[in-house]
């Protein structure tokens, strides 16, 4: 499976800076800390994170 990322995925959603870091962060994010279990196959968890990833978050 060959992924590409949506040319448009920062445009999306508003960002915010981080401290005096300057680095932009989204305003939401997707943890992904045991966030699926067992219920979701693979594929569909692989899905949620790459469409995440295209919408800039």
Excluded: E, K
């Excluded at 981080?18 to 680095?23: K, Q």
Aim: glycine share 8%; aromatic share 10%.
């Amino acid at each position: 499976m060959t992924y590409h990322a949506a040319t448009n995925r920062y445009d999306s959603i508003p960002y915010r800076r981080c401290g005096r870091s300057g680095l932009l962060l989204p305003r939401i994010s997707l943890g992904l800390w045991n966030n699926f279990g067992d219920d979701r196959d693979l594929s569909v968890q692989r899905d949620i994170v790459l469409r995440a990833f295209d919408l800039g978050v």
